[in-house]
């Protein structure tokens, strides 16, 4: 149980254009979902906070005009990169909290701007 | 400012043997960890967790444990098993464990285990 359904896994997408990372949790509800964001060799680094229903709270020098986040039901959050850039390449993973359970990942989405 | 360090980027042993990894912290509100194991191109997948009312805890071959007073803590596997190569990341929260608190992660270590 637990699982938390990412996609896509891989895209590739011209700089300008924008990108949609889809993240379901699917046999459980999540009021939470985390989404991060991991450069080579580098730490997740906690992009923003949706919580279902409510605005999500972003961590300080992520663009919330840039990475849109929409968490409308309790079993979908969305990540949208707008006017993506080469330097928005990147590991994008999403996590849901389950109450007493703790977090459950999803797969990752890596994207390649070119 | 990185709150979560695991200064070793890479660990190699010998299948058998026991591997340690080691995680350091700086934020005294932390107070509840996680370990995580993680594979190129997908997502973490949980190990073992410990609160910091506890300085150890133990689940088959996987151990954590906490010393608060150094802000350090330390994953033991043993036996080390091949399939154990990954990269392995610290993370911490300072939510008592509530899932609904922000982690924190460190750069991970690349855990290699030789046959």
């Known amino acids: 149980g637990a699982v938390v359904s990412q996609h896509p896994s891989w895209v590739i997408c011209k700089s300008g254009t924008s990108v949609k990372i889809e993240c379901r949790s699917l046999?459980?509800?999540?009021?939470?979902m985390f989404w991060y964001r991991q450069f080579p060799k580098q730490s997740l680094m906690l992009m923003a906070t949706?919580?279902?229903?409510?605005?999500?709270?972003?961590e300080q020098g992520v663009e919330k005009d840039k990475f849109l986040i929409n968490h409308a039901s309790l079993t979908l959050s969305t990540l949208t990169v707008t006017s993506a850039h080469p330097e928005d390449s990147s590991f994008y993973i999403c996590?849901?909290?389950?109450?007493?359970?703790?977090?459950?990942f999803g797969s990752g989405t890596r994207l390649t701007v070119v | 400012d990185q709150q979560v360090k695991q200064n070793s980027p890479s660990l190699s042993v010998q299948e058998g043997r026991i591997s340690i990894l080691n995680c350091d912290y700086t934020?005294?509100?932390?107070?509840?960890f996680l370990w995580y194991k993680k594979y190129p191109a997908e997502g973490p997948t949980f190990l073992i967790s410990?609160?910091?009312?506890?300085d150890k805890n133990e689940d088959g071959r996987f151990t954590v444990f906490l010393n608060k007073s150094a802000k350090h803590l330390s994953l033991h596997i043993v036996p080390s098993q091949p399939g154990d190569s990954a990269v392995y990341f610290c993370?911490?929260?300072?939510?008592?464990?509530?899932?609904?608190?922000?982690?924190?992660f460190g750069k991970g270590t690349l855990l290699t285990v030789n046959p």
């Open positions: 996590s849901a909290s389950i109450t007493g359970r703790g977090y459950t």
């Open positions: 949706s919580n279902e229903g409510s605005k999500a709270t972003y």
């Open positions: 046999d459980f509800q999540a009021t939470t």
């Open positions: 993370a911490a929260s300072a939510g008592s464990g509530g899932s609904n608190y922000k982690l924190t």
């Open positions: 410990i609160s910091s009312i506890k």
């Open positions: 934020n005294s509100m932390f107070d509840y």
